[in-house]
């Protein structure tokens, strides 16, 4: 289905879960982040863009205070009175969509006040392959609410509404940068945000004049950012921080190191060089776009994963056998991208050599007796915006 066909199917099935028409369609995308990994909770840079993958949500406002939600990928309709909604009330799916009513009323709005709302969810974004479904459904329902409640909330303060709803009401301790690259992404391009002040700005890529695309290798392996992993590695970045006594890692240069190996543990310290050798690379891969192109970025995406595989450690085995075999076929770049313990790896690739990086990583996941990968290519696209 393309997706101006998804987003009608979408509204078609609220009218037959609803018994009336939606008030319209909204979608968001899911991202890749070309390169920053856990740079965005310690206060530094990321480099996420927009893929062309998203998620529709077709909204009807009601005339009581009730909010319904139901969805392509569960049967459940979960209903919740919108005054009382709270982040205790919330869990599986539908804690994102309902997740950003709640935190809407954080940022000030009167819930108490607003029209409830039927929703109904589809997407195209794979699950649990570090491309940010969860983000894809609470950026569009945001601004379907943000619309129809004639909010007038600007994008920066959407994404920290979505945000606050992963943290509280989905319980992932993850930053801002997913709903930002969701909210700002833009065609052909990268959003370069610095996750302190929240200043964005767009990064052209130059992917498709470059003759490169992105290839996707989803290696299968679920993860899940609400379990223990992840939030054990954010811990070390405080203990880190809190050693070196700044208020987050974004104030250590790679010149503080030698002092940071000195005052703590190498664990803790092998997580604090991942960060600040990360900012560095992103502040390069960023520079490097500018002066030099998309062909020269690919050695700065090798480090970023050899980084996340070595001191952060949040590869897998599938990853990494991912990351060798698409180098090894021809991609000038490749790195594991999103939270780590499983999800997707990222390849920089030429054109003419997709099928050939395709055909690699599927033969090396069988001869290691893995799950096939699901691979494909994403192109930078736009942000979420208003479909029908």
């Not at 921080?241 to 010149?255: H, I, M």
Request: hydrophobic share 45%.
């Amino acid at each position: 289905m393309t997706h101006d066909d998804i987003a009608a199917q979408a509204a078609a099935d609220f009218r037959s879960q609803f018994g009336r028409a939606a008030d319209g369609v909204w979608s968001a995308p899911g991202r890749v982040n070309l390169i920053g990994e856990h740079t965005d909770y310690n206060e530094g840079f990321v480099l996420p863009f927009a893929i062309d993958r998203r998620t529709w949500a077709a909204v009807g406002l009601r005339d009581d205070n009730t909010a319904r939600v139901t969805s392509t990928f569960s049967d459940d309709e979960v209903e919740i009175g919108l005054s009382t909604v709270g982040p205790e009330q919330l869990e599986g799916w539908s804690a994102y969509p309902l997740g950003i009513a709640w935190a809407l009323g954080q940022n000030g709005v009167e819930l108490a006040e607003q029209h409830g709302f039927d929703a109904h969810i589809a997407s195209d974004v794979p699950v649990g392959a570090g491309l940010s479904s969860s983000a894809a459904i609470e950026c569009a329902v945001a601004i379907a609410l943000d619309e129809r409640w004639q909010l007038g909330i600007d994008r920066p303060t959407l994404a920290r509404v979505g945000q606050l709803a992963e943290n509280e009401a989905v319980g992932a301790p993850t930053g801002i940068m997913d709903q930002s690259a969701s909210l700002l992404g833009r065609r052909d391009s990268a959003v370069f945000l610095d996750c302190r002040s929240l200043r964005s700005e767009i990064v052209d890529l130059g992917f498709a004049a470059a003759g490169l695309a992105i290839v996707i290798i989803d290696t299968k392996v679920s993860h899940s950012h609400a379990t223990g992993g992840y939030a054990a590695r954010r811990a070390s970045c405080e203990a880190g921080a809190a050693a070196l006594g700044v208020e987050s890692l974004r104030d250590v240069g790679v010149a503080d190191l030698d002092r940071a190996r000195e005052i703590m543990d190498d664990e803790t310290f092998r997580r604090v060089r991942h960060v600040v050798t990360e900012n560095a690379r992103v502040l390069a891969t960023v520079r490097t776009l500018r002066e030099s192109g998309p062909l020269a970025i690919g050695e700065i995406l090798d480090a970023s994963h050899v980084s996340m595989r070595d001191d952060f450690e949040i590869s897998v085995a599938e990853l990494d056998l991912a990351v060798v075999a698409a180098r090894e076929a021809g991609a000038i770049g490749a790195r594991m991208t999103g939270g780590g313990f499983g999800g997707a790896a990222i390849a920089l690739t030429p054109l003419a050599l997709i099928d050939e990086v395709t055909a690699r990583v599927g033969e090396a996941f069988a001869q290691a007796g893995y799950t096939a990968p699901e691979i494909f290519t994403v192109t930078p696209s736009d942000g979420a915006k208003r479909e029908l």
